[in-house]
């Protein structure tokens, strides 16, 4: 418990906080990085600071920043390229904000988006949460901007939400990751802010915010067991760009990629997977996060990880992937069949809601191709969606708001 004497310094300092921090991490994307920042600079709300984390290899963003850097901006470059979570803390770290938002390079805010998150803020909320759509560029390669944007979320008015439901979702693993979205991101620090006494409260804990591999999944567990309140405005303020580079749609399609990502994030550990050596599946390195930033935690404070539920789901991922190497497919699969058989799962066609799943997890991929829309629809058997063809995603993002409001 802290004492009124340790408070007072704490309580002094927020009062001559800027309201939020956001913090951006990057990593070899200006190019992305202009479209986040321009975002950013666009926002109707202003008592705000914002940190650029740029953890450049190969193209450093100094340039970028500059073009867009006001009062309160801060620009950080680690001593040495670091894996992405120390890149996280690296950002947050230097956050001085009431609430510290993380936005990813490759999205960009509805300029409304920190308006109406302080319009919802009240004492004892510690984590908010706003949605996202996804933005198809229709030539990545040769013009970064254009692309086309839909504006169809489901939306619900703000309300509080337990984040623990949402944790207890995630260890279950009864469905495919991201097949529900509004549980997808709740509680994730890249949708939405948390607060500062939230962050030194995971710290105690944890000794850190951010673990590997996955940061936004490292950071939620804790977040959902330590908050003492959680808000979800109800509608999407965040416009995803849908790039073939992002580490998200590599790690699901390229077994290759997934393997040097997380041997990249902690070396050794494809060998410490809940599912031991079970790389191409993006399920299992989710529940390696999941359960590694359990046991940072008090025990028993955190639901068991449902391993049955997680090697269907290693199955289904299994499946989704058009193998380029067929020794590298066998040996995945027979590390999964290995696990079906230590568990007692037999191995058959999926039921119905289950294909169901797999269709819409299919279809999820296929939208980032717009070209490829008829076979989503085809796929999922709804209702074809309306796309908009625009500039940029930082148009679409001004669209959807307008949209939205």
């Known amino acids: 418990m802290t004492s009124p004497q340790e408070r007072a310094p704490i309580m002094r300092h927020l009062a001559s906080a800027p309201r939020f921090s956001v913090v951006v991490p990057t990593r070899d ?6 479209f986040c920042l321009a975002g950013i600079a666009g926002q109707t709300f202003s008592d705000v600071e914002v ?8 193209r450093p963003a100094r340039e970028t920043f500059d073009r867009w850097a006001r009062n309160g901006w801060r620009y950080l470059t680690p001593e040495r390229p670091v894996p992405m979570h120390d890149n996280f803390e690296l950002g947050c770290d230097e956050a001085t904000g009431e609430y510290v938002a993380v936005v990813i390079d490759k999205t960009v805010l509805h300029p409304s988006a920190l308006d109406l998150a302080n319009r919802h803020l009240e004492d004892g909320i510690d984590i908010i949460t706003w949605r996202n759509e996804g933005y198809n560029p229709l030539d990545e390669a040769n013009a970064l901007g254009p692309g086309m944007f839909g504006t169809n979320a489901p939306t619900a008015a703000p309300a509080r939400y337990d984040p623990m439901d ?24 890249p ?7 939230l962050l030194e409260r995971i710290r105690e804990t944890a000794g850190r915010v951010f673990y590997p591999l996955t940061p936004d999944y490292t950071s939620m567990v804790a977040a959902s067991v330590l908050a003492r309140g959680a808000v979800d405005l109800g509608r999407p303020l965040l416009v995803s760009y849908n ?11 390229i077994p290759s990629h997934a393997r040097d990502f997380i041997e990249g994030a902690e070396p050794g550990v494809t060998g410490a997977l809940p599912i031991p050596g079970l790389y191409a599946s993006v399920h299992n390195i989710v529940a390696y996060d999941l359960v590694t930033s359990a046991a940072r935690l008090p025990a028993r404070s955190t639901p068991e990880l449902d391993r049955t539920n997680l090697v269907r789901r290693a199955r289904e991922d299994l499946d989704l992937i058009s193998w380029p190497v067929e020794a590298e497919r066998a040996e995945q699969y027979a590390i999964v069949e290995a696990e079906e058989k230590r568990l007692g799962v037999e191995p058959r066609p999926a039921a119905p809601e289950a294909q169901g799943s797999v269709r819409v997890a299919v279809a999820a991929m296929l939208e980032r191709t717009p070209r490829l829309q008829r076979l989503v629809h085809r796929a999922t058997g709804r209702t074809k969606q309306v796309y908009a063809a625009y500039d940029s995603p930082v148009h679409a993002a001004r669209a959807a708001d307008a949209h939205y409001s």
């Open 51 to 58: 940190i650029v984390s740029d953890n450049a290899v190969e």
């Open 243 to 253: 790039s073939v580079r992002g580490n998200g749609q590599q790690a699901s399609t």
């Open 166 to 189: 949402d944790l207890r979702s995630r260890f279950a693993m009864a469905e495919g990751r991201g097949i529900d979205h509004v549980h997808y991101v709740r509680g994730k620090i």
């Open 29 to 34: 994307r200006p190019d992305l990085l202009d």
């Open 191 to 197: 949708f939405g802010a948390f607060s500062r006494r």
